[in-house]
């Protein structure tokens, strides 16, 4: 099966594209794609697809080695989905792909291919109608919102601090920041930093989106932690939430990062599907 490779997609494609990744997850109840790779199709970027008799059968996306693909349900079991992780794999030489929702298809074509599944994201929710507890700041420490245009450097600096180790979300740039300003859902008023002597020490972004609210990212600067601001800020944004009228609450946390679980579960929440990467074995 040959997987044509775009460097720009066209507008034709990039609405088939998105019309695949809408009938998986009609048909699948979990999106198949994440926010960072539908916001570079949507932007016409890069993309590796299959077609099954001149339709667009299959959707996959590479950033640096981490992919996430996609087969449309109607042209699943014809091998889409093993031609597309073939060329990203041949693309990339290594590969870690996400498998949202852990469904059985996916699990089901990564142990075909020998793939290892060694990281994993628990998605939590909590019903807003619950009570919330207080929010106590630690000394020193000032809230206020997100100011556009102002703070998206001093914000990229601190998030680079907070998530030194996270392959992903410590890579941001202050373009990347700015796309998602773009976006519908984006608020300032649900964006809060936290300042100890005027400098960002930590923040909490809140989205709405479909109805229902988001931890969206919660870092604490390595200079702040152990003074209890990441409680703090949470739920600072979930008052927030709340506020709104929205009826819930969910959030993303890796399944390892122990103190955050623990924390967003004594706080109400509760693991309810998970998302699960996996990577090719070594060459």
Do not use: C
């Not at 809408?22 to 016409?44: H, I, K, Q, Y």
């Amino acid at each position: 099966m040959d997987v044509i490779t775009r460097e720009r997609l066209t507008d034709d494609e990039v609405g088939d594209a998105l019309a695949v990744a809408e009938a998986a997850a009609e048909v699948d109840g979990v999106r198949p794609l994440g926010e960072s790779t539908l916001l570079r199709l949507r932007d016409g970027g890069g993309a590796f697809l299959t077609r099954d008799g001149g339709t667009l059968a299959g959707v996959g996306v590479l950033d640096g080695d981490a992919a996430e693909f996609v087969v449309h349900p109607g042209f699943r079991r014809r091998g889409h989905g093993r031609a597309l992780a073939t060329a990203l794999l041949g693309a990339a030489g290594s590969l870690r792909v996400w498998a949202h929702g852990e469904l059985p298809g996916a699990v089901a074509l990564a142990g075909s291919l020998g793939f290892e599944r060694f990281r994993a994201l628990w998605k939590m929710r909590r019903p807003l109608d619950a009570s919330l507890p207080e929010v106590a700041w630690p000394a020193g420490v000032r809230l206020r919102t997100f100011q556009v245009g102002v703070d998206e450097d001093a914000w990229v600096r601190v998030n680079a601090r907070a998530f030194a180790d996270h392959p992903e979300q410590g890579a941001w740039t202050r373009a990347d920041l700015e796309r998602r300003e773009r976006e519908p859902w984006f608020s300032a008023a649900g964006f809060f930093l936290a300042e100890r002597d005027g400098e960002p020490i930590g923040f909490h972004w809140t989205k709405v989106e479909d109805g229902v609210g988001e931890v969206y990212v919660v870092g604490v600067d390595p200079s702040a932690q152990g003074l209890g601001l990441g409680r703090a800020l949470t739920l600072t944004g979930l008052h927030h939430l709340r506020s709104l009228g929205l009826p819930t609450v969910i959030l993303y946390a890796d399944e390892s990062n122990t103190p955050a679980t623990g924390m967003y579960a004594r706080l109400g929440f509760e693991h309810f599907a998970t998302d699960a990467m996996y990577r090719a074995p070594a060459r």
